[in-house]
């Protein structure tokens, strides 16, 4: 396969210069030897365009002082077909910058392989920061459904010089044929803050994909006790209804009853022996003043499950998953989808839930090759799985607002992105069970790109036999987002649950300031 390669360079930056990094030229090169030679494109000039050959086009433009689009677009000269992958590359001088941050933490080592962005994982916004929080460069592409490879290391040049040299990949990952595709990146080079410059490059992906966030419930905003970590999959109705009633006491508001509620995946129907009556568990906690959402594993069906034999040859992967013997729904299927949605319905209406933890929608991706094109698509009505999912997602969305306007829909880290926060109200840091410190940083990289949607943390857990100190140390870490609790309630002493409820209470006062106010 062919390989595009578009390379740009950026100019130095002094060491001790309160500047940002500037872009020289970019220089587009098809790799292609029936294409003309490379083609460089002074970005400092307006609407500067070129087409290098090999149904590319590339537009650089200077829209405003600092900030610099170079726009991307492939046309196919016959059918739709799959570009070659394409990377685009450049070096980021050190200089003064203190730092690289990316969606979704993690420690970076100089040959580390990098992350991707895609509908189901991380968010399109990389940044580079100065001490004293100041940007030097913050980087966002408008692709939010195809995955894009983002890759930096750490190179030696000559004169012991230190660069971030980076390679955006496009295409690497199989997709659909295509008859045309664009994509824009921007680069922000301004000398400002770098929190809001990082906000400010979020709410372009956001416009440009059309995924601009819908206005949340005020559900959204308020405290969550889950099951997870108290419980694991091990909970039956009665206590649950015995733990509700002592967290609507310390003023939370919504129950997420995770994991170990259901029969076999794919069958999804209560466990008899745990939830006899699910709808009248369910009118119990609403009781309580307590609003109930459901956990739901979107891709998975298990061998053992009556569903199984159904899709039998309509998963996108089926062997052993965890220890478990699993199929990956494709959503391509129609009937795939209205299962999906059908089984969503079905539950709120039936016992009058108020939303669902949607989960592992990441899974929805090719696993090595594709297994529709051997069978030319057949019975496909989407040719991309990424599509197919982001559909899938938009018919929940509103089949279930239908049903109630202030449905509650959470999705967790990694899939943050602005597509599935276009769709849901609740995105939640992934799991650190008693870490407050992870939690903390994953809470806030997702405020800094979440638009405004409603941003969770993970579910609290510390130890029983701790003091008062050992609650407000996980509580205070993440103050700034809605808090979720996954402690057995009845095992903690009187002063731990003395603390969840004064800072749920002080987070109830100035949740205008903590949650839907700005930050940095």
């Not at 002094?14 to 940002?20: F, K, M, V």
């Not at 372009?204 to 694991?232: G, H, I, K, Q």
């Not at 929940?396 to 607002?401: A, D, E, N, P």
Request: aromatic share 12%; proline share 7%.
């Amino acid at each position: 396969m062919k390989r595009l390669c578009l390379t740009f360079c950026l100019s130095a930056l002094s060491l001790h210069a309160a500047e940002g990094l500037q872009p020289r030229a970019f220089t587009f090169n098809p790799g292609d030897a029936a294409s003309s030679a490379a083609v460089s494109i002074p970005v400092t000039a307006t609407n500067t365009v070129c087409s290098p050959g090999a149904g590319w086009r590339i537009a650089a433009s200077v829209p405003e002082d600092g900030v610099r689009l170079l726009n991307l677009s492939w046309t196919s000269a016959g059918e739709p077909r799959l570009p070659a992958p394409v990377t685009l590359s450049f070096d980021v001088p050190i200089g003064d910058s203190a730092g690289l941050w990316e969606p979704v933490e993690h420690v970076r080592t100089p040959f580390r392989g990098g992350e991707a962005s895609k509908f189901c994982y991380s968010t399109p916004v990389r940044s580079w920061f100065a001490n004293g929080d100041e940007n030097r460069l913050t980087l966002a592409w408008s692709e939010c459904v195809r995955e894009v490879r983002f890759a930096p290391a750490i190179i030696v040049e000559e004169r012991d010089s230190f660069v971030y040299r980076v390679k955006m990949t496009f295409f690497a990952e199989p997709e659909a044929p295509l008859a045309r595709w664009e994509c824009a990146i921007r680069l922000d080079s301004r000398v400002r803050d770098w929190s809001q410059t990082v906000q400010e490059a979020s709410r372009w992906v956001a416009s440009a994909a059309r995924a601009v966030p819908l206005p949340p419930p005020d559900a959204a905003y308020e405290p969550v006790y889950s099951t997870w970590y108290a419980f694991n999959k091990f909970f039956d109705a009665p206590t649950l209804e015995k733990e509700c009633a002592a967290a609507a006491k310390l003023g939370m508001k919504t129950i997420i009853t995770d994991d170990g509620w259901q029969q076999a995946y794919g069958d999804w129907a209560p466990v008899p022996e745990t939830f006899p009556d699910m709808r009248g568990h369910v009118a119990r906690v609403h009781a309580l003043g307590m609003k109930y959402m459901l956990w739901y594993s979107m891709a998975f069906v298990a061998k053992e499950s009556r569903t199984y034999p159904v899709f039998r040859g309509k998963y996108l992967m089926d062997g052993r998953l965890w220890g478990q013997d699993l199929g990956v729904l494709d959503p391509r299927f129609p009937e795939v989808r209205a299962f999906i949605v059908g089984n969503l319905v079905r539950m709120m209406t039936d016992w009058n839930l108020d939303g669902y933890k949607i989960d592992f929608i990441d899974f929805f991706r090719i696993f090595g090759t594709d297994p529709a094109v051997k069978e030319n698509y057949a019975g496909r009505d989407y040719k991309s799985v990424s599509e197919a999912a982001k559909a899938l997602l938009a018919e929940i969305s509103t089949r279930l607002k239908a049903l109630k306007p202030d449905v509650l829909l959470e999705f967790r880290q990694p899939y943050i992105g602005p597509v599935t926060a276009h769709y849901g109200n609740m995105l939640r840091a992934n799991d650190c069970p008693g870490d407050p410190l992870a939690n903390r940083v994953r809470t806030a990289n997702i405020r800094l790109t979440a638009c405004g949607t409603p941003v969770h943390a993970d579910m609290l857990r510390w130890t029983p036999s701790g003091d008062a100190a050992t609650a407000a140390q996980a509580i205070l870490s993440v103050i700034f987002t809605t808090v979720q609790y996954s402690m057995v309630l009845d095992t903690i002493p009187a002063v731990q649950k003395a603390e969840i409820a004064k800072w749920i209470a002080f987070s109830e006062a100035h949740r205008d300031a903590l949650q839907r106010g700005g930050f940095r």
